[in-house]
């Protein structure tokens, strides 16, 4: 591989840069090998305006309050009990929604189950974070 400096080489300057690299590898210099140009890689970097993540979200159908976005209630067995639980529409929470735990989130490829004691939080980009108390990690059963 050699490093052109610039747009503008010529054909002996390509060769010296050749020969350089190739003593520089193997610490021979062979003048009758001629360099031959076999692939030209280049990299560009360049600015543009900053994308806006949010225009990568479908919100038709994302719900105006989080009640809207529930999908039902179902008892879930939560640490030695059945729990009433809410369930929501992933595509359907509203912006900055909190969930208080007992809770499931259903999508198409996934399940998001928020422990009773937890808090999930939406955000603008549609991500879920979900706040799990340090006491909680102590208790048997969870990791």
Request: without cysteine.
């Amino acid at each position: 591989r050699v490093r052109i400096p610039d747009m503008n080489v010529s054909r002996q300057a390509l060769q010296a840069l050749f020969e350089e690299v190739y003593f520089d590898r193997f610490g021979v210099r062979l003048p009758e090998i001629k360099a031959v140009l076999v692939n030209l890689n280049t990299s560009v970097i360049g600015k543009r305006r900053p994308i806006s993540l949010k225009s990568l979200i479908d919100s038709s159908d994302q719900a105006a309050t989080l009640d809207a976005a529930r999908s039902g209630r179902r008892n879930v067995y939560f640490d030695g009990a059945w729990m009433d639980t809410a369930i929501y529409r992933r595509e359907r929470l509203p912006e900055e929604a909190v969930i208080e735990g007992p809770a499931i989130v259903e999508q198409l490829d996934t399940t998001i189950i928020i422990e009773p004691g937890t808090t999930a939080r939406s955000d603008n980009l549609g991500n879920l974070m979900i706040d799990v108390p340090i006491a909680h990690y102590g208790e048997p059963g969870h990791a």
